[in-house]
């Protein structure tokens, strides 16, 4: 089979990360103080935390979901206001999200290479891996899979499409991304009936009508079909209850598909460039563990806020290395009243998530209460039921992604 070769090809040879355990999300209490965790979230570079997750989950990981960088060669900003109108971004309330720009190709094949190789020790005999790119890559990320996971092991060019405006006035409207997915070897895992969908209606029409219709093949109508491989599932921006504000964030729909088709409950779903969170927290809400890495801690906190929506425990790591310190409110930022087990905060910052741990030790934070601002309206809970038995800490997240503690 043919290779891709450019200036500086090489294998990947990280320093592995130094990973600290900073918290643990106990949604709504749930589990508090003793659940073992379901899920990793890990703020760090990728290559580095791969590299230093090797021991524990080398060949461990049932299914990997990627949505790196596409070689774009924009900036991306995070929409962080609420209740905005969607038709005015000049309006926007916005912050920094992520780069996805390059040097040249070269330094993006590299990028993308060392990653995939990491992956590849990673994922479990069986295994499968998706890579979402588009037009500007596709193309290369294809023989680089071909060659790190062999291309009798490629399985599917998945088209997701979409609509939405564009600016383009000189060719088709560029409305589609490219999802490729390939197996570690055979066997793997390919749940049919999990995401099996109604045949359309015209086909149960001409069926009725039709016995023949098929050319002498009958199709289950009640049990509906696998879905071809091409999908239709409407962008983020069109569906308000979803949105987080963080750039390019992809629907729920598309990855419970995934999930569902390719991995079981129990197993192990990781998403190395978690961005928004998606894969993570429908992962959660289906039964999978779940390992989460960004290298922004916007990126990480967008996902803890989601996961605080479900039912999953989950671990907050770091790479030491990039340790940010809580500062601490100034006088009369916030104040704290704690009527038997109601607490309840005032403060003239501008938060967008706080969370408490009734029983602070001093080292690991446990949120065993959370509240957060309202996707949509912009509304956030001021107070919390809690059952102090110890030394109460608050932690606080403002709009701008500034991160306070406060010992009470």
């Not at 209606?201 to 001409?206: E, F, H, I, L, S």
């Not at 779940?290 to 922004?296: G, K, N, Y």
């Given at each position: 089979m043919p290779s891709l070769h450019w200036t500086g090809k090489r294998p990947a040879a990280p320093k592995p990360a130094t990973l600290s355990c900073d918290s643990i999300l106990y949604p709504n209490g749930l589990g508090y103080p003793k659940k073992p965790a379901d899920g990793r979230l890990i703020l760090g570079d990728n290559?580095?935390?791969?590299?230093?997750?090797?021991?524990?989950?080398?060949e461990k990981l049932n299914l990997i979901y990627i949505d790196p960088p596409?070689?774009?060669?924009?900036?991306?900003?995070?929409?962080?206001?609420?209740?905005?109108?969607?038709?005015?971004?000049?309006?926007?309330?916005?912050?920094?999200?992520?780069?996805?720009?390059?040097?040249?190709?070269?330094?993006?094949?590299?990028?993308?290479?060392?990653?995939?190789?990491?992956?590849?020790?990673?994922?479990?005999?069986?295994?499968?891996?998706?890579?979402?790119?588009d037009w500007h890559a596709d193309a290369y990320a294809r023989l680089l899979l071909d060659e790190i996971f062999g291309a009798e092991n490629f399985i599917n060019e998945i088209i997701w499409a979409y609509h939405g405006p564009s600016p383009i006035k000189t060719a088709f409207n560029r409305?589609?991304?490219?999802?490729?997915?390939?197996?570690?070897?055979?066997?793997?895992?390919?749940?049919?009936?999990?995401?099996?969908?109604?045949?359309?209606?015209?086909?149960?029409?001409?069926?009725?009508?039709?016995r023949k219709a098929g050319f002498g093949k009958i199709p289950n109508l009640a049990r509906g079909k696998v879905p071809e491989d091409w999908w239709y599932f409407?962008?983020?921006?069109?569906?308000?209850?979803?949105?987080?504000?963080?750039?390019?964030q992809k629907p729920e729909a598309l990855l419970e598909r995934i999930i569902l088709a390719s991995s079981n409950p129990g197993?192990?779903?990781?998403?190395?460039?978690?961005?928004?969170?998606?894969?993570?927290?429908?992962?959660?809400?289906?039964?999978?563990?779940?390992?989460?890495?960004?290298?922004?801690?916007?990126?990480?906190?967008?996902?803890?806020?989601?996961?605080?929506?479900t039912r999953a425990v989950t671990a907050f790591d770091y790479d030491s290395s990039l340790k940010s310190a809580f500062a601490t409110p100034k006088r009369g930022e916030v104040r704290v009243k704690l009527t038997g087990d109601l607490l309840q905060l005032k403060t003239s910052l501008e938060l967008d998530f706080w969370e408490a741990d009734p029983a602070w030790d001093g080292k690991m934070f446990q949120s065993a209460a959370q509240a957060q601002r309202h996707a949509r309206s912009g509304e956030l809970p001021l107070e919390l039921k809690i059952k102090s038995g110890g030394h109460l800490c608050l932690r606080l997240v403002t709009v701008q992604g500034q991160r306070y503690q406060l010992n009470v």
């Amino acid at each position: 089979m043919p290779s891709l070769h450019w200036t500086g090809k090489r294998p990947a040879a990280p320093k592995p990360a130094t990973l600290s355990c900073d918290s643990i999300l106990y949604p709504n209490g749930l589990g508090y103080p003793k659940k073992p965790a379901d899920g990793r979230l890990i703020l760090g570079d990728n290559l580095s935390v791969m590299e230093a997750l090797l021991p524990d989950y080398a060949e461990k990981l049932n299914l990997i979901y990627i949505d790196p960088p596409f070689f774009t060669n924009r900036k991306f900003n995070a929409r962080i206001g609420r209740g905005e109108d969607s038709r005015k971004p000049a309006k926007w309330k916005l912050a920094h999200g992520y780069h996805d720009d390059w040097e040249d190709l070269d330094a993006y094949l590299q990028f993308l290479y060392e990653r995939l190789q990491l992956m590849e020790r990673l994922l479990a005999p069986g295994g499968t891996i998706y890579l979402h790119l588009d037009w500007h890559a596709d193309a290369y990320a294809r023989l680089l899979l071909d060659e790190i996971f062999g291309a009798e092991n490629f399985i599917n060019e998945i088209i997701w499409a979409y609509h939405g405006p564009s600016p383009i006035k000189t060719a088709f409207n560029r409305k589609h991304d490219t999802i490729l997915s390939y197996s570690k070897g055979k066997g793997y895992t390919f749940n049919a009936d999990a995401v099996r969908e109604p045949y359309n209606p015209n086909t149960v029409a001409t069926f009725k009508a039709s016995r023949k219709a098929g050319f002498g093949k009958i199709p289950n109508l009640a049990r509906g079909k696998v879905p071809e491989d091409w999908w239709y599932f409407p962008v983020v921006a069109r569906l308000h209850n979803e949105r987080t504000g963080y750039p390019t964030q992809k629907p729920e729909a598309l990855l419970e598909r995934i999930i569902l088709a390719s991995s079981n409950p129990g197993d192990y779903v990781a998403d190395f460039f978690s961005g928004s969170g998606t894969t993570a927290y429908v992962a959660a809400k289906h039964g999978r563990k779940f390992i989460a890495v960004d290298e922004t801690f916007r990126a990480l906190h967008t996902t803890r806020s989601r996961l605080a929506q479900t039912r999953a425990v989950t671990a907050f790591d770091y790479d030491s290395s990039l340790k940010s310190a809580f500062a601490t409110p100034k006088r009369g930022e916030v104040r704290v009243k704690l009527t038997g087990d109601l607490l309840q905060l005032k403060t003239s910052l501008e938060l967008d998530f706080w969370e408490a741990d009734p029983a602070w030790d001093g080292k690991m934070f446990q949120s065993a209460a959370q509240a957060q601002r309202h996707a949509r309206s912009g509304e956030l809970p001021l107070e919390l039921k809690i059952k102090s038995g110890g030394h109460l800490c608050l932690r606080l997240v403002t709009v701008q992604g500034q991160r306070y503690q406060l010992n009470v």
